[in-house]
């Protein structure tokens, strides 16, 4: 008696007597049971596939980029793009799985969990606004306060950045596929960093990993820094306009916000990593540049390169800087008034003054700003020389190198001044007479 398999009644081959015929029907059940499911899941949408469009179509969303008011500055509450200032690549969200494993392999996982890594999105068309690489920017406000950091202080600063400031990142929730409010979402995800340990393999450059962490901790904290070293004491307390290059540093680490050059790969192609690494110039060229002018400037930090400069984008970047609140100074008016104040201490102030310059300034005669605000207190004209006056000072009689003050033309305006001051009171109007 012979044994017929279903395929050898469709019309197969048969098989002989030592060979172990099985349940060949097994297959065609196993093949329905896997088509229900993939039917089942294709209609419930927990298709790899289908979880990777609505994905993509979540986090590259267009976005409205926003601003709280149109005088060119960055403010607190904005929707803005933190853009690469040298490629136009702009700070994303990483939301495929991918970023959350390099964010737990970095260790930056959080409490909860949730973390995503932070990329630099391919320059041109991929850098337009969108959801996963739009971010809002939040004050930092210290759980405890302190003389350095009080807790109103914040909100005592006005609504926009001041260079010097500490500030948060939060990425738009609507790259989560969750609502756009002002806290960034139920869950809101921060721009941190590690603040210090040894390298990981989070990150391809062996440096300090940049993410979105759902902890709003110190390594969440950043602050906007001028790029340039020698005006960066001059620039804190001062707005941020849109537009300007500046130096993100990580408070935790002091480590700038770097632009990293391996790729990494993501929903959307082959990104950019950043990382928290200070690509600072080893200090030759700025040494002879200070040497050839004949300054010393070995205090100062090395310049930042290119990797480490960013820019806000709130709108569209501004031309030039707006002018301030309250009236234009008029330079004569102020020349005038700094000649008053230094004669009415001695009626050789105008002379005083000129020898302090001369002293003071390098040997193109240029003076710092620090130097000629000290110098114009020490002669007398202390309320004359506000923050307001020696920028003004510098705008008008500026110097060979930057922040610096042109002394002797300087002096030479202040002593002209001083004689007409002399010549049109009564006393010099009676010794031109005689």
Same mark, same amino acid.
């Given at each position: 008696m012979h044994s017929y398999t279903p395929q050898q009644t469709s019309g197969g081959p048969r098989y002989g007597a030592g060979v172990i015929v099985g349940n060949w029907a097994e297959d065609d059940v196993q093949r329905a049971a896997s088509l229900r499911a993939l039917t089942a899941a294709a209609g419930a949408g927990a298709l790899t596939s289908t979880r990777f469009r609505d994905r993509v179509a979540l986090a590259g969303a267009p976005a409205k980029l926003s601003r709280a008011a149109g005088d060119g500055f960055v403010h607190f509450g904005d929707l803005l793009q933190l853009l690469h200032a040298p490629t136009s690549r702009a700070l994303a969200v990483d939301t495929s799985p991918d970023g959350a494993a390099a964010a737990r392999g970095c260790g930056a996982a959080g409490d909860d969990g949730g973390a995503l890594r932070a990329v630099a999105t391919a320059p041109g068309g991929a850098a337009a606004p969108a959801a996963r690489s739009t971010l809002l920017l939040h004050r930092y406000t210290p759980l405890r306060p302190s003389p350095l950091e009080p807790a109103g202080g914040a909100d005592a600063a006005g609504p926009a950045l001041l260079y010097g400031q500490k500030l948060l990142l939060l990425s738009n929730p609507e790259a989560r596929g969750e609502p756009l409010d002002a806290r960034g979402g139920g869950a809101p995800l921060y721009l941190a960093a590690r603040a210090a340990g040894a390298p990981v393999a989070g990150c391809l450059g062996r440096r300090r990993p940049v993410h979105f962490a759902p902890d709003p901790s110190y390594d969440a904290v950043w602050a906007a820094h001028a790029p340039d070293p020698a005006l960066r004491p001059q620039s804190l307390g001062r707005p941020v306009p849109a537009g300007a290059p500046? +130096?993100?540093?990580?408070?935790?680490? /002091?480590?700038?916000?770097? %632009? @990293?050059g391996g790729g990494v790969p993501t929903d959307f192609g082959l990104e950019a990593e950043v990382c928290a690494h200070?690509? &600072? =110039? /080893?200090?030759?060229? +700025? @040494?002879?540049?200070? $040497?050839?002018? *004949?300054?010393?400037?070995?205090?100062?930090? !090395?310049?930042?390169?290119? =990797? /480490? %400069?960013?820019?806000? $984008? /709130? *709108?569209?970047?501004?031309?030039?800087? !707006?002018?301030?609140? *309250?009236?234009? #100074?008029?330079?004569? $008016?102020? #020349?005038? &008034?700094? $000649?008053?104040?230094?004669? &009415?201490?001695?009626?050789? @102030?105008? &002379?005083?003054?000129?020898?302090?310059?001369?002293?003071?300034?390098d040997r193109r005669g240029d003076v710092e700003a620090g130097d000629l605000q000290l110098a114009l207190r020490q002669c007398g004209a202390g309320g004359e020389a506000d923050e307001e006056a020696v920028c003004h000072l510098l705008a008008e009689y500026a110097g060979a190198a930057p922040g610096r003050v042109a002394g002797r033309v300087l002096a030479a305006a202040i002593r002209q001044h001083a004689a007409a001051e002399a010549v049109g009171s009564p006393k010099g109007a009676v010794a031109a007479r005689a």
């Open positions: 500046l +130096l993100l540093v990580h408070c935790a680490s /002091n480590a700038g916000l770097c %632009l @990293g200070a690509a &600072a =110039s /080893n200090g030759l060229q +700025l @040494g002879l540049e200070a $040497a050839a002018r *004949g300054d010393d400037l070995r205090s100062l930090p !090395p310049r930042p390169l290119d =990797s /480490n %400069l960013w820019t806000f $984008a /709130n *709108g569209g970047p501004v031309e030039q800087l !707006p002018p301030g609140d *309250g009236p234009l #100074l008029d330079t004569g $008016a102020l #020349l005038g &008034a700094i $000649a008053r104040a230094v004669t &009415a201490v001695r009626p050789d @102030g105008a &002379a005083v003054l000129d020898a302090k310059l001369l002293r003071l300034g």
